[in-house]
């Protein structure tokens, strides 16, 4: 790849300097970040240069925590209900293709200035995963964004938790419900550490060559795997070098059930089965406080703040405040449902930062912006297991890079004495983004992707939506009677 040499108005590098500096250049060879300040174009002998005069030049955003649906769940005829129940509503459908879904969800980040992300374990309404996988490894591969794909690992409580009682509520459904349902616990996911080791070494030979792509094991949460698959799911990725990331603690009810099948607190129990680690993030987290954030902390496993998200499905506001307090590594997604119902990451991390902020004097204090920054850049860069390639520009990381209009983030007058940096996470949104870069290659630039249709993308999201739809009269009513059950029987047991 040609030598490259970018000439924003300001640069931030990101890491330990949240501070922009202007009249910095960066250079970039293969892919990679040369040099970055004043002098940068030394490096770069006669390199092409991308002018991008307005802006500011930014490490990427990294949405750490996703399932690559680029369609949002009210397009797909589900609308905001209480977790549990909202996951039941989901049987309206069958098989969405990925290869369909996942190229608009890489569009719609692009635009908004997410260079990577972790496409969590996610079921398309078939027990195929590895078919599904493939499709989503090549989706996100045509559209050039950086991803860590999770290979889903479940072998209980499919239908209602803790598992020992979903027998009997089995059992008890009607019998037009129970064809609903199926099978109570599906093969979706991997349910053996054998079958998941096997997918993941299968899935690891056929990944593209340049590196953008990785994997990681994705067990689906405490109370959908056993401790002896967590155990073992935990060291396969140890022998691999993998990432883990998992979902847990999510809503009122998973806090119930952990309570009951983990009385030492979840986090403990985690931690002694070899789950927790630098290598280990734990997406939405709700219900995480006190000791079991200290134990984030201390075992250096990364907590993934979802505010929108946990909002519109009843499950509250994970204490964001206190986890930083604690000395948690945070990092932040927007699991496709976002308050906005986009793919923006800038309005996710203001909205974590206001539900930081607690009504007392004596509370911790609120993010700052070098530290909503982190949560976007470095951590969200950890959790992916990349730390030292992306989150920073800085010679020898990737140049996964953003550029930002700062006449659009300063508006008709900002204060000269506000710092930039605080101009720009009260301010920036997907509408501020002019160039998105992954790998030294401008992906997105003033609402077009040269290298995509678009439309074309657009249009077959559609159409695979469209096919995916399994709402007749009877369907219908059965699965609103599931949905019943299933929140009649979470009703009885959390509060």
Request: proline letters at 6%; charged letters at 20%; one cysteine or more.
């Amino acid at each position: 790849m040609a030598a490259l040499l970018l000439r924003p108005d300001a640069v931030l590098p990101g890491g330990d300097a949240m501070t922009p500096k202007f009249g910095w250049t960066v250079a970039i060879e293969n892919g990679a970040i040369l040099a970055a300040g004043p002098d940068a174009a030394e490096a770069v002998p006669g390199a092409e240069t991308l002018s991008l005069p307005g802006c500011l030049l930014m490490p990427g955003l990294v949405n750490a925590h996703q399932h690559g649906r680029g369609l949002t769940q009210v397009q797909l005829g589900f609308p905001d209900l209480i977790l549990e129940a909202w996951q039941t509503l989901k049987r309206r459908r069958g098989w969405l293709d990925p290869a369909a879904m996942v190229p608009l969800a890489a569009l719609r980040m692009l635009a908004a200035g997410t260079t990577a992300c972790i496409h969590a374990n996610t079921a398309w309404g078939r027990a195929n995963q590895e078919d599904d996988l493939l499709r989503t490894i090549d989706a996100y591969d045509a559209a050039g964004l950086r991803a860590i794909v999770g290979v889903g690992v479940q072998d209980r409580a499919s239908l209602v938790f803790p598992a020992e009682e979903q027998s009997a509520f089995f059992a008890s459904l009607p019998e037009a419900l129970r064809a609903v349902v199926g099978e109570p616990d599906p093969p979706v996911f991997a349910r053996t550490a054998a079958e998941a080791e096997a997918l993941f070494d299968r899935l690891a030979e056929r990944l593209p060559a340049h590196g953008r792509i990785g994997l990681c094991f994705a067990p689906a949460g405490p109370q959908w795997v056993s401790d002896g698959l967590f155990e073992a799911v935990a060291a396969a990725a140890r022998r691999r070098g993998a990432p883990l990331h998992l979902h847990a603690l999510e809503s009122v009810a998973q806090a119930g059930a952990a309570q009951r099948l983990y009385p030492e607190g979840t986090l403990a129990r985690l931690a002694s089965l070899g789950v927790l680690g630098p290598a280990t993030s734990i997406a939405h987290a709700v219900h995480v406080t006190g000791r079991e954030a200290t134990i984030a902390a201390e075992t250096g496993t990364i907590l993934v703040r979802n505010p929108s998200s946990n909002l519109r499905l009843g499950c509250g506001a994970a204490p964001l405040a206190e986890w930083l307090a604690a000395g948690v590594r945070v990092a932040i997604g927007t699991d496709n449902q976002t308050l906005d119902d986009t793919e923006d990451l800038w309005t996710e991390l203001r909205l974590a930062a206001a539900l930081a902020a607690l009504p007392s004097w004596h509370a911790p204090p609120r993010p700052d912006p070098a530290t909503l920054l982190l949560m976007a850049t470095e951590n969200g860069a950890a959790a992916l297991g990349l730390s030292g390639r992306i989150g920073r520009i800085a010679p020898g990381f990737r140049a996964d890079l953003v550029a930002l209009d700062l006449e659009r983030l300063r508006g008709a007058y900002a204060d000269p004495g506000l710092p930039l940096e605080s101009l720009l996470t009260a301010r920036a949104s997907a509408a501020s983004v002019r160039m998105t870069m992954v790998d030294g290659r401008v992906l997105y630039r003033d609402g077009e992707f040269p290298h995509l249709d678009a439309d074309a993308v657009a249009a077959a999201a559609a159409r695979a939506a469209e096919g995916s739809r399994a709402v007749v009269a009877e369907r219908e009513e059965r699965v609103a009677q599931l949905v019943e059950a299933v929140a009649a029987f979470h009703r009885a047991r959390w509060r």
